[in-house]
């Protein structure tokens, strides 16, 4: 079982940035993918971003590239989301989640663990 817990959401204004962290429990963390999704209010978890266990495959969301980062410190069981450039579409409460497969995909059911969320407002 892996607990994850997401942190570093909150109001920023449009172009401004912000740094998601999603710690994890267990001791398995670099075998894991780990994945980036979003929600936002009547619709549906969309994929964001994803990191193989290794940092060596990376896989974005074509509206995020360039302005999002994933990255994963596996010695402290956290892996990272910086977000830069952020427009008012970005508001969304964001997930991580964990694939034991390590499958870098772009697929919600892929994922076996989910954060709570953090929420992400960015005003115009």
């Known amino acids: 079982q892996v607990q994850l817990v997401e942190s570093g959401g909150g109001l920023v204004q449009a172009g401004g940035s912000l740094r998601l962290s999603c710690a994890a429990s267990?001791?398995?963390?670099?075998?894991?993918?780990m994945g980036w999704f979003r929600q936002a209010p009547g619709k549906e978890r969309d994929f964001v971003a994803a990191i193989s266990g290794r940092s060596r495959t990376l896989y974005y969301k074509d509206s995020v590239k360039g302005r999002f980062t994933i990255s994963r410190d596996n010695a402290k069981n956290t892996v990272y989301l910086q977000m830069n450039s952020l427009k008012p579409e970005d508001t969304a409460v964001y997930y991580c989640?964990?694939?034991?497969?390590?499958?870098?995909?772009?697929?919600?059911?892929?994922?076996?663990?989910w954060g709570q969320g953090t929420q992400v407002t960015v005003s115009s």
């Open positions: 989640a964990a694939d034991p497969r390590n499958f870098v995909a772009s697929i919600y059911s892929d994922y076996d663990y």
């Open positions: 267990g001791r398995t963390f670099s075998t894991y993918a």
